[in-house]
């Protein structure tokens, strides 16, 4: 069973940059289908960026642009790099691992597809 444990949350200016990180144990994230969601206060949780084990990659929205998922499995860590972040962008931000296979790349992004998540960090972005 996986463990994620994600960081590199804080308060930031729009237009800033933050990178977050999700560090698993308990399994090799090379293996896992890995996904980064938010939920801002009222709101449901949704996805943002996911990606397969094969590297493709989904992208909400919202964010297609400005945030980049990526991998470093030799450190079983999973990145999430935010750009020209906007006060909209502010929410709990969480990771997430399935090793479920779907052969539609959108089916990733539901979240009943995912087993293992973090506690979650926080992202503020205000001025």
């Known amino acids: 069973q996986v463990q994620l444990v994600e960081s590199g949350g804080g308060l930031v200016q729009p237009g800033d940059s933050l990178r977050l990180s999700c560090a698993a144990s308990?399994?090799?994230?090379?293996?896992?289908?890995m996904g980064w969601f938010r939920q801002a206060p009222g709101k449901e949780r949704e996805v943002v960026v996911v990606?397969?084990?094969?590297?493709?990659?989904y992208s909400s929205d919202s964010v297609k642009g400005r945030f980049t998922i990526s991998r470093d499995n030799a450190k079983n860590t999973v990145y999430l790099q935010m750009n020209s972040l906007k006060p909209e962008d502010t929410a709990v931000y969480y990771c997430?691992?399935?090793?479920?296979?779907?052969?539609?790349?959108?089916?990733?992004?539901?979240?009943?597809?995912?087993?293992?998540w973090g506690q979650g960090t926080q992202v503020t972005v205000s001025s």
């Open positions: 990606q397969t084990t094969a590297y493709s990659t």
């Open positions: 997430a691992a399935t090793l479920r296979y779907f052969s539609d790349l959108f089916d990733y992004t539901w979240i009943g597809a995912y087993d293992w």
């Open positions: 308990g399994g090799e994230t090379r293996n896992y289908g």
